[in-house]
């Protein structure tokens, strides 16, 4: 099939140039995850026996009936700014499954679409992720992916991973895995997480994460090719996963960072104006099933001065003002118990705007 003529339906080589086409994710019988040793690494303690007795089943009606809503809400906001999106497909989680090496109770949603389809320039590559809850995630998707192919894009996805007991490491380590190199995933086989890259033109940024291997970051490298320069991030982040809440560029010139989890400053940004995000608002009684406070941090740029914050977190929307940024304030609180924000929950289709080299 001839694809040059196509105008380009797939096209995103940042995290910042005008967003024309989005898939925002749908929280649609959000279920709790299985526990393994990647769930393990990454989710917070406190959550660990309420997963274990209730792996499999819905999460609460009420709060997934919320975030779904709020995801609407969110979309509505996006296509009011002329922004085309893209929901994916109702798929039920509740469904047990299983290969030849292990079962699942049930899978996790289709909420995040982030961390599981990688968007380099006209290609979208499906992640091979390290949760086995998430084994099926991409089906949702499928419907857009293959649109999206018909209409002249890449799609790949990376090598089908295994998951056996030897894709893990049980013996991470649970405070420092960036200095002793135990993370909860192996070398066994190639796996990552889509949102443990970050994309800045020719120069990909990385974090190597309880999801994410050196094995999963080399297949990245070799398949997107001589074009993209791929950097791993020299983190100190105790549990990671994903670096959209740890190190976000902006746009050009402007990055902001987790105030601790950065050991060394990527060199490329050592002309950057670097900020350090301010502290998350205190929410009490705000459980969060997977993630830290800090999806704070977890913002979606609309255009290089326009930036999508979560309502009550007044600090962050304070520190976007200052910095000569325009604030789109979105109600996210139900979403943002489920472990992403608006960076999480979206993938860009298509940026105007070309790959640039900017360092
Ligand atoms: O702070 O728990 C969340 C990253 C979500 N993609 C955190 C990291």
Redesign the pocket.
Known sequence: MKTENFPKIVSSYNEWDPLEEVIVGDMFNATIPTVEVAVQATIPDAQIDYFKLHAGQQFSEELVGRACRELDDFSRILSDLGIAVRRPEKVKKTIPYSTPHWKMLGGLYSAMP??SLLVVGDTIIEAPMAWRSRYFETDAFRPLLKEYFHRGANWIAAPKPQLLDATFDKNYDRVTPYLTDRYAVSEFEPTFDA?DFIRCGEDIFVQKSHVTNDFGIEWVRRSIGSKYRVHKVDHCDDAP??I??TLLPLCPGKLMIHPERIKNLPSQFAEWEVRVAPSPAVRPGHTLYM??A??SM?VLMLSPDTVVVETHEAEMINFFEKWGFNVVPVRFSNVIRF??AF??VTADVRRRGELQNYF
Request: aromatic fraction near 6%; charge should be negative.
């Open positions: 982030r961390d949102a996963m994903h959209d809440a993630s830290s800090w999806l977890n472990g992403g960076h999480c």
